[in-house]
Every structure is written in C-alpha cells, then in structure tokens.
C-alpha cells in the first residue's frame, strides 16, 4: 500500500495540471472521448484476454519505462530479466530504512531490505516515517545524526522530504528511494527502485477489458496523493481507453487516511452505487486498504456482482480473492524490489552508477479465484529465485 499525502509531480506546472484533471474527473466530468463508449475493439481484447492466461499463476514481464507501458510491450516471463553484473559489497556498511509508515507493505520491504543488509555483513536499522510530511522530517533527521553509510526509504516521495535528502547528499551519504519515481525537482533520490505498482495498475484494467471481452465500465477509487500513483492512474486509464467499448465512469479520490476509516468507505461506495447503479461494473484501487470495507458495503447492497480489483498481493487481500469476495489481485514479485534497493546502494558505495530504474526487470503476476492462496502466503521464490541470483552477483563482483 504505497501511497502518501498529496505531493507535487514532476514539475509545479504538471502538478497543476494533474491536479485540475483529477477534480474534473472526481466530480464526475469524465466526458473525454478517449473514456467515453464505443464498439469492442476485438483485437485490443483479445491480446489482453491472452495477457490474462499467462499472468494467472504465471510472470508477465515489460521492457522500459512504465509510464511508456502499453499491452504490446508486455511479454510473458522467460528468463532472469534483472540485472548480471554489480559491485563489490564494501565492508561494514551502514545502513539506515525509513519506511513510510510501520504497520504497512513499506514496512515489509524496509524489513527485508535491513535483514538482507546484515546477510551481507552490514549493520542496518529501521525507522518509522509516521505516514506525515513531518513524520519524514523527522525520520531523516534520526538517520542523519546516526551517520550512516547510506539510507534507503519506502514509498516517500521526494518533494515531501527534499530537506532531508539534501541534507544526507551534503554529508556524501547516498539516498535510495524505494516506490518512488523521479520527480524533477532540484533534490531528487540518488537511485530509485520501483515496486511495479504502475505495471500492476495496467494489469487490474488489462484483467476488466479481458473479462467484460471489452465493454467494461469501472470506477478508479484512488489515492493521488503520491506521485507514483498518479503515474500509476494516468498509465492505466491511457491503457484502458484504448478499449474502445470500455468507459471511465468516475475517478473518486480519496486518502490513505480515509482508507483506514470503515464507515468512510462504507459511505463512499454507498454513494458510487446509488449514483451509477448497474452501471456499476469494476472498481479499481490502488492498494489493500480499505478494499474490505468496500466489499462489505458492495455486499450489503446485494450488489455482488460488482467486481473490486487491488494490487500489491497483501496477504489479507490474497485471502479475499481465494473466498470469491475479492475478483483479482495483482502482485509485482515481492523481496526483488529490497534486493534492488541493497544492489543500488552497493553500487553507489562502491563508487559505480546506479542501475537505471526500468533496468530492475521486477515482473508481476495475476491472483484470481484460481491460484489465490488461502492463506495468503506465496512463496515468490518458487517463481524466479531473485534471492539467489543478487546473492551470487554480488559474490562473483570483483
């Protein structure tokens, strides 16, 4: 559940532009073209129809940037897609986390990314960004004074903590930011790591086009607070209006605060069903929370024939999915994205570029009634043993 309090995008003037079309579209003026209804588009609903197939259960896999992904560009999952060549782990590093929020998917990956520091050798320590601009303020203040080698963060974005990154880049401490994408501003992440929630976002509308075979109708019930999810947004509705005979009934933003709130979410999904009735087909979101409050209003005004679609295969979430209540989920390979974030600083500390982002090669797959875990558990190594090839890169790196 990567997502934050509203933050600039990539420069002032694309954060004013965002920002209009997102109030356009919560207020209900969606009426573009691109969204607006039409005939099926066969061919488009046929090669997500195949992309579905090879995703359930299996890896889907896109080469370069994913604000640029389209459904062409998504293959199958053949072989390693990371990287083969990196540096040579220094000795006794240091390592400081700061993840968003403890209690969340951050804190899961800072943990992994801390515990496969220390197999390395180094020491590692995790800190909790408090969910707030001022919470990160402060969590990178604790780091700097704890002088660490480098620092790596989840899911905070870069103009909600620019202070305290430069501050660490003045003292030659490197930053890696974890769920985060480049925001064009004057201080920006020394490397970054994406967790592939814009390649999951295309997945949830690739799933609706291939189910409703092109005629689906789909509210986005999202979180535009983080500039990696309006990235995330704007890829997956360019690639859903391309489904000529699907339509964007609504964007409804709302918080991470909001998420958390049951009787909020009760009441927002009361009102998307009284004022789009059985149009009312698909509900996109970005992350597991507040996804059962959802389905529990869904559920209560016998409207289960509405499907909710989420990403980041949190294990409440797989467990919804296994009992039907849930339609599908989506899941970039969880752990590479901490292996990454420990190869950037390995790189970085040992005096070498970091890796390009769209260079991660992270793939993801599709969770549905199928092939969800009951219990929520997946054992991701059984897909590609990520864990091993970075171990044995480092190991060979001279």
Partial sequence: MFTFPRALRRSAAAALGAAL?????????????????????????????????????????????????TLDKIKEYQDWSGPTESAKPVAGAKLS????????????????????????????????????????????????????SAVI??????????DGIRELQRSKIPVVGVSA?????????????????????????????AESKGAAKAVFLWDVGYPHLVEALDTSRRVFAACTGCQVLEVRERTLAQAG?????????TSLIQKYGNDLQYIFTPYGNGVESVIAALQAAGRTDVKVLS???????????????????????????AYAAIDQVVRLLAGQPALPDAEQGIPATIFRQSNAPGDG??????????AERYTRMWSAAK
């Fill in 311 to 337: 990403k980041n295969a949190e294990p409440e979430r797989l467990g919804s999915v296994a009992k039907g209540d849930q339609f599908a989920d989506f899941g970039a390979v969880r752990g590479w994205n």
């Fill in 261 to 269: 709130d049951p009787i909020e979410m009760q009441n927002i999904t």
């Fill in 153 to 162: 963060t989840v899911a905070i974005p870069e103009n909600q903590a620019a």
């Fill in 377 to 386: 558990k997946v054992d991701w190594n059984s897909y590609v043993d990520f």
């Fill in 21 to 69: 079309l997102l109030a356009a579209t919560a207020c209900g003026d969606d009426s573009s073209s691109a969204d607006g209804p039409g005939p099926v588009d066969d061919a488009y609903t046929a090669k997500a129809a195949d992309l579905v197939a090879k995703g359930t259960g299996g890896l889907l896999y896109f080469e370069g940037a994913e604000a640029d992904i």
């Fill in 97 to 148: 986390v700061i993840v968003c929020k403890i209690g969340t998917s951050c804190e899961e990956v800072g943990r992994k990314a801390a515990a496969i520091a220390q197999q390395i050798g180094w020491s590692a320590e995790v800190i909790d960004g408090q969910g707030t601009p001022e919470g990160f303020q402060k969590a990178f203040a604790t780091a700097a004074a704890r002088k660490p």
């Fill in 181 to 209: 994408i480049k925001e064009g501003g004057s201080v920006g992440f020394d490397a970054n790591v994406s967790s592939r929630e814009t390649f999951q976002s295309v997945l949830q509308v690739t799933q609706a086009i």
